[in-house]
């Protein structure tokens, strides 16, 4: 149920399903393209030590990091980050790119797409039976993200390389 206050939406019950994308990685819808006429998307992610992603490009969204608790390594082009809890980052459309929880507890962020068309693909995601991870990079391209490497960092499970299940 959403309730307007001096023109603000604020959402009862915001809390979305958690979806696994692989073994250690988590997220959540927190804000809906509907709820922004398409100008953005919101996900929180929570990912387990040693998760992460492979080098890929979005050709149409910015992707802005919000890391609420641990810390996140981010390769932003040719630039290496690290970010603690309150810092954040963007990566602009175009720009190769991949992150990871290199630390030794979880990390829990906020990010989010403008457009926020990438959230379809955050819902296929969701919906896969069985972690169907060679439908994850078929997802992602259709939605205008492109894989173009494994993970910049060593030893690290993603959709390439997935932590075994428990």
């Not at 922004?36 to 929570?46: C, K, L, Q, S």
């Not at 040693?50 to 996140?72: K, Q, Y």
């Not at 690290?82 to 507890?105: E, F, I, M, P, Q």
Request: charged residues 20%.
């Amino acid at each position: 149920m959403d309730t307007s206050v001096n023109g603000l939406t604020q959402k009862a019950a915001a809390v979305s399903e958690w979806c696994e994308v692989t073994p250690g990685e988590q997220f959540a819808l927190r804000t809906s393209v509907t709820e922004t006429e398409g100008r953005y998307t919101m996900i929180e992610v929570i990912a387990e030590p040693r998760n992460g992603v492979p080098l890929h490009i979005h050709a149409n969204e910015e992707e802005h990091f919000i890391v609420l608790e641990g810390s996140l390594h981010l390769a932003n082009g040719d630039e290496k980050l690290v970010l603690s809890a309150g810092g954040s980052a963007t990566v602009k459309r175009g720009t190769v790119h991949a992150w990871c929880n290199l630390g030794d507890k979880p990390v829990r962020m906020l990010i989010l797409f403008s457009p926020g068309h990438m959230e379809k693909t955050f819902r296929l995601i969701g919906s896969l039976k069985d972690g169907d991870l060679s439908a994850i990079a078929e997802l992602a391209d259709a939605g205008g993200s492109t894989i173009v490497g494994p993970p910049p960092f060593d030893n690290v499970y993603s959709v390439m390389s997935p932590r075994p299940k428990q």
